[in-house]
């Protein structure tokens, strides 16, 4: 599921260079769900800068991450502690334990489907704004799903997202303290939008229709 991981460890590999390509298997979940199950290929080239050799044989332990644009990082030394950038899994559950009744209301789906769901808003975030803290990430979902998913085509928002580019958890005050005004001009979908950055191509078709 995205946000997850540290779940395969593989032993034991000789590794040369700073140049890698890698490789992967990977089935789409959303269209799983409508019936088809095809297994999809993908690679990249990655690269990693010199590093230190840990001295216990039990640190020498090489991740691999995966995000949503399809890019890859390698860190090594790595923790195995969930050292993940983009927490998918914490932004679901603040969703879940503050507004689980209205997702429902608006889309009624499966706890797995909404966690996708939610996930996805998550890797737009990242896609389009680079946001990464956990609470800036609550606050995009929220305000996508639940007020309105072109909410940052406001100018107001845009200019937000744009004066708190590289300032963790900035976002995220600045959209609690949204004024009223705002927030109702979003909820009811009365505002001149602006510009706002494109997804590349082929990536997150929109699971954001109600059923």
Same mark, same amino acid.
């Given at each position: 599921m995205p946000g997850s991981g540290e779940g395969s460890l593989s032993c034991c590999y000789a590794l040369k260079g700073t140049e890698f390509i890698v490789r992967w298997d990977y089935y789409d979940a959303d269209q799983w769900q409508a019936g088809n199950k095809e297994l999809l290929h993908a690679e990249t080239k990655v690269s990693m800068p010199p590093s230190q050799i840990p001295e216990p044989m039990g640190d020498r332990i090489l991740e691999v991450h995966f995000y949503p644009d399809?890019? #890859?990082?390698? #860190?090594?030394?790595?923790?195995?502690?969930?050292?993940?950038?983009?927490?998918?899994?914490? #932004? +679901?559950?603040?969703?879940?334990?503050?507004?689980? =009744? %209205?997702?429902?209301?608006?889309?009624?789906?499966?706890?797995? %489907? %909404?966690?996708?769901?939610?996930?996805?808003? #998550?890797?737009?975030?990242?896609? =389009?704004? %680079?946001? +990464?803290?956990?609470?800036d990430l609550e606050q995009y979902a929220y305000y996508s799903l639940l007020i309105n998913e072109r909410f940052d085509s406001h100018p107001e928002v845009q200019k937000i997202l744009q004066s708190t580019r590289s300032l963790p958890g900035k976002f995220s005050d600045a959209m609690i303290g949204l004024p009223t005004k705002t927030v109702s001009a979003l909820k009811q979908n009365k505002f001149q939008p602006v510009v706002v950055p494109n997804l590349p191509d082929g990536l997150l078709p929109a699971l954001r229709a109600k059923e």
């Amino acid at each position: 599921m995205p946000g997850s991981g540290e779940g395969s460890l593989s032993c034991c590999y000789a590794l040369k260079g700073t140049e890698f390509i890698v490789r992967w298997d990977y089935y789409d979940a959303d269209q799983w769900q409508a019936g088809n199950k095809e297994l999809l290929h993908a690679e990249t080239k990655v690269s990693m800068p010199p590093s230190q050799i840990p001295e216990p044989m039990g640190d020498r332990i090489l991740e691999v991450h995966f995000y949503p644009d399809r890019h #890859v990082e390698l #860190v090594f030394p790595g923790a195995l502690l969930g050292s993940t950038r983009i927490s998918a899994s914490d #932004v +679901t559950r603040w969703m879940f334990d503050h507004y689980h =009744k %209205q997702l429902d209301l608006l889309y009624p789906d499966r706890d797995d %489907q %909404q966690f996708r769901r939610i996930a996805r808003e #998550v890797a737009i975030g990242w896609l =389009k704004y %680079q946001l +990464t803290d956990t609470n800036d990430l609550e606050q995009y979902a929220y305000y996508s799903l639940l007020i309105n998913e072109r909410f940052d085509s406001h100018p107001e928002v845009q200019k937000i997202l744009q004066s708190t580019r590289s300032l963790p958890g900035k976002f995220s005050d600045a959209m609690i303290g949204l004024p009223t005004k705002t927030v109702s001009a979003l909820k009811q979908n009365k505002f001149q939008p602006v510009v706002v950055p494109n997804l590349p191509d082929g990536l997150l078709p929109a699971l954001r229709a109600k059923e």
